[in-house]
């Protein structure tokens, strides 16, 4: 199978407005004024009130650091006692000196494990597969799973950047009910989730354990100043078909994108077995064609360069009033709407800075 990168990760990936919510979770609970914070990362409180609204990645991002400043906490006030400012790069410093990413595991769950907040990573190796899993203390913590689920892709990704490997997530497991949001799990977890499990955890090959770690001090003086921005992408998967067909959407050009017999053939197989192998990680093409029109609407959105008549154009809708109800059936608003709250997000930053 061709490698494929994507041509900008950041204009074709969208966060579900579920996690902002989650995020404030925590804020909410302590009696910080919520909207305020909002505010101060240049989102519309109101554009949360629309259960489909996606936000930007650089904008949750930004909410994440908003937050933690706000509480002291880089746990968000998710766990049973703060986490202070600084402990993540202390974890990061600690890692860059272990030899392999197995080494590196068991190094920051013992470092983790020295503090009390509640929630705790735990890493077992069997003979094919390495495992990191989280236990909390008690159930009316992380009520919304933010934490345990932010955890977890976030050893992942830190894994990958350690190593500088896409590293496959062979199975996320979770122990309780699939939630409202469960579509968003494969684009944070890729495509195999399974729900009602007795331990939440991410399992991974048993040969990336023996990876060895590339990072150096600098590259953490480097990295902290885009956290979290740069774990809120995921790693391409190359072995998720799905994830194949996104990226090659996602680099085929405004306007143009390349039908179901092309991209078989980019792909060297045949319409039959691609289709198969859709059918096996529960997606379509056409879904995966809706989420790329999607985000890159929702990025030229943000940009405030062009006319809406424009972005139709460019996201492959030949008639306007087509995208508009393509994109309100997506988000559950107008793309006027949208970007209308996109605006006033910025000018409320703004006012508050």
Same mark, same amino acid.
């Given at each position: 199978m061709p490698q494929v990168n994507l041509r900008s990760p950041m204009k074709t990936t969208t966060i579900a407005n579920h996690y902002v919510r989650a995020a404030l979770a925590g804020a909410k609970a302590?009696?910080?004024?919520?909207?305020?914070?909002?505010?101060?990362?240049?989102?519309?409180?109101?554009?949360?009130?629309?259960?489909?609204?996606?936000?930007?990645?650089?904008?949750?991002?930004?909410?994440?650091?908003?937050v933690v400043k706000a509480?002291?906490?880089?746990?968000?006030?998710h766990g049973s006692h703060p986490t202070k400012i600084g402990t993540f790069a202390t974890f990061c410093q600690l890692m860059v000196h272990c030899k392999t990413l197995g080494e590196a595991f068991k190094t920051?769950?013992?470092?983790?494990?020295?503090?009390?907040?509640?929630?705790?990573?735990?890493?077992?190796?069997?003979?094919?597969?390495?495992?990191?899993f989280v236990t909390k203390d008690a159930d009316a913590l992380d009520a919304y799973h933010f934490l345990t689920e932010t955890q977890l892709a976030f050893w992942h990704r830190i894994?990958?950047?350690?190593?500088?490997?896409? !590293?496959?997530?062979? @199975?996320?497991?979770?122990?309780?009910?699939? /939630?409202?949001?469960?579509?968003?799990?494969?684009?944070?977890?890729y495509n195999n989730c399974y729900f009602n499990r007795q331990q939440t955890l991410i399992r991974?090959?048993?040969?990336?354990?023996?990876?060895p770690i590339i990072r150096n001090m600098q590259d953490v003086e480097d990295l902290l100043p885009q956290s979290p921005e740069i774990f809120l992408i995921k790693p391409g998967n190359n072995a998720s078909i799905s994830a194949q067909i996104r990226n090659i959407l996602s680099r085929s050009g405004d306007a143009v994108f390349p039908d179901f017999e092309t991209i078989a053939q980019q792909l060297n197989t045949s319409t039959?077995?691609?289709?198969?192998?859709?059918?096996?990680?529960?997606?379509?093409?056409?879904?995966?064609?809706?989420?790329?029109?999607?985000d890159l609407a929702i990025?030229?959105?943000?940009?405030?360069?062009?006319? !809406?008549?424009?972005? @139709?154009?460019?996201?492959?809708?030949?008639? /306007?009033?087509?995208?508009?109800?393509?994109?309100?059936?997506?988000?559950?608003?107008?793309?006027?709407?949208?970007?209308?709250?996109?605006?006033?997000?910025?000018?409320?930053?703004?006012?508050?800075?």
């Open positions: 302590k009696g910080l004024d919520t909207r305020a914070l909002l505010q101060k990362a240049g989102m519309a409180p109101e554009l949360l009130d629309q259960q489909k609204a996606r936000v930007y990645p650089e904008k949750m991002a930004t909410l994440y650091a908003v509480m002291g906490d880089e746990f968000m006030g920051g769950c013992r470092f983790y494990g020295l503090f009390d907040h509640g929630v705790h990573t735990g890493f077992r190796r069997t003979a094919a597969f390495g495992e990191l894994a990958c950047w350690l190593t500088g490997k896409k !590293i496959p997530i062979d @199975a996320a497991e979770f122990a309780y009910p699939p /939630p409202a949001h469960v579509s968003e799990y494969k684009l944070v977890f991974i090959p048993a040969r990336c354990l023996d990876w039959q077995t691609l289709r198969r192998r859709l059918r096996e990680e529960n997606e379509s093409f056409q879904d995966l064609k809706d989420q790329v029109r999607r990025y030229y959105l943000c940009q405030h360069q062009l006319s !809406i008549n424009d972005i @139709a154009l460019r996201v492959g809708f030949t008639e /306007p009033s087509t995208f508009h109800r393509a994109f309100k059936k997506w988000t559950g608003v107008t793309p006027g709407i949208y970007r209308e709250k996109e605006l006033a997000g910025q000018e409320e930053a703004l006012q508050s800075a």
